[in-house]
């Protein structure tokens, strides 16, 4: 059951190397999908993607937008996804280098979505970027968050941690922070469970998975709410944000 549950992962994401060497994850179009159906983008909305990457979730968003701004750190990446975008004769789609903390965009979007990237933000800056969302957001606007964190508290259920996160552990540690903190306390007993204490104890804290309680904390702290979620696995899963006084 528990390796059935993280084969959804592979389901949806693709594992790749970015351009400057990272390891990184690219949504796929069964992913891609998911986060169209629930970002509710008509005609006249005004669509940012942060972290656009290659353009794989900004040029499907620009089928039904009005205009799209895709927002990524990588220049390179720009290129190529500017490169995709011209190939396709696609007009509306801009490009803007920047990233989640430090946003340089000045344009209120009726849609802003993420996918895989807000754990790539250190702990200690994700409230900014959160921020930085919450001030862009047309009134009414939907912030899409597709991302891998967990959908339960782990200190109030250790067992489902330990019993699911064995499997994920591989796939999306990065390698160099595998090698460095976690291979030497597994390699010798290949059943060994990697738990929830071992990942506070050995993982550094801006590569461990962040929960939905603290996103819920900081949204609460930025008058921000959940409205809508989807959860393919218990790492993994889509929510849909929007400021509480539009609600």
Known sequence: MNRERNAVFDFYVNKIISPDGRDTFESNIELV?????????DRCHTVIEIGSGWGNVTIPLSMTAKKVIGIELDKKNIKEAQKRTEAAKIKHIAYIHSSFEKLKCYEKADRIVSSLVLHQVTPDKREQA??????????NGLFILCDTFMFFNPENDTELFNKVYRYLLPKTTPAKIYETYIKQHIEDDLDYVYTWEDMKKYTPKENRYYSKVELEIILKKLDMKIIEETVFSPFFGIVVIKNSEDT
Not at 33 to 41: G, L, S, V
Not at 130 to 139: C, D, R, S, W
Request: aromatic share 0%.
């Open 33 to 41: 999908r998911h986060i169209i159906d629930m970002a509710k983008i």
């Open 130 to 139: 959160l921020l930085n969302v919450k001030n862009l957001l047309a009134k």
